[in-house]
C-alpha cells in the first residue's frame, strides 16, 4: 500500500499517546497526511473489549478474542482505507501489545504472535521501554490487573523479545518528552526516506 504504517508499543505509563499525537503534528507540519488510531479499537469489538476490561469480568482467552476481532474490524475499516490512500497511519498499540499483555497473563505469546501474522506489518514499531517503577509512578495507581508491578515487568519482557521479529526502534522512555520525539522522527525520517 502507498502509506506508511507506524506502530506506537510500550508499557502503561510510558508515553505512547503523548508520542502519537507529537509525532502527528510534526509530520503534519511537514506536508504528509496523519491519522492516529489506537487498539482497542472503538468499534464494535473495541468497545466490547473495554468495557470488559473495565468491569473485570473477562478471562485472558476471552480477550484474546476480542482484540482479534476488533483487530480483523479496525484493519478493515480503518488501517487500509488509509494506508491505501497514501496516509501516514500512527496506530497507539497493535498485535504486540497483545502478545506481550496476554502472554504476561499466561497464555503463548509466541502462539499469539504466529495467529497475528494474518494483519499487515508495520512498516516501522517504536517501543518505548521504561521500567515498570517509572511507569507507575507516573501514572495515577488503579485497580487493574495490569497495572501491577510484576506484571508489567513480564509484559516488558515479552515485549523486548517479539519486537526483534520486525523494522523497529527501541527508545528509552525515561528521556524528556522532547528527546523521546527528536529520536522517533530522527528514526521515522530514515524509513520514510527508503
Known sequence: MPGFFIVIEGIDGA????????????????????????EPSYGKYGKQLRDKIRQGDITPKE???LFFKDRMEHVEKVLKP???????????????STCAYQGARGLDYKEICRINEVFPKPDLVILLDLSP????????LREEHFERED??????????????????????????KEEVL?????????????
Do not use: W
Request: glycine share 4%; with cysteine.
Open 82 to 96: 488509509a494506508l491505501s490512500k497514501g496516509k501516514i497511519v500512527i496506530c497507539d498499540r497493535y498485535f504486540y
Open 15 to 38: 508515553g505512547k499517546t503523548t508520542l502519537s499525537q507529537d509525532l502527528k503534528r510534526e509530520l503534519e507540519r511537514s506536508g504528509y497526511s496523519v491519522i492516529i488510531t489506537s
Open 133 to 140: 517503577e517509572q511507569a507507575l509512578s507516573r501514572k495515577e
Open 63 to 65: 480477550e484474546l478474542e
Open 182 to 194: 527528536k529520536r522517533s522522527l530522527k528514526c521515522l525520517k530514515k524509513y520514510l526516506k527508503k
Open 151 to 176: 506484571f508489567l515487568k513480564r509484559v516488558r519482557e515479552i515485549y523486548l523479545e517479539v519486537i526483534k521479529s520486525t523494522a523497529h526502534h527501541v527508545i528509552d522512555a525515561s528521556l524528556p
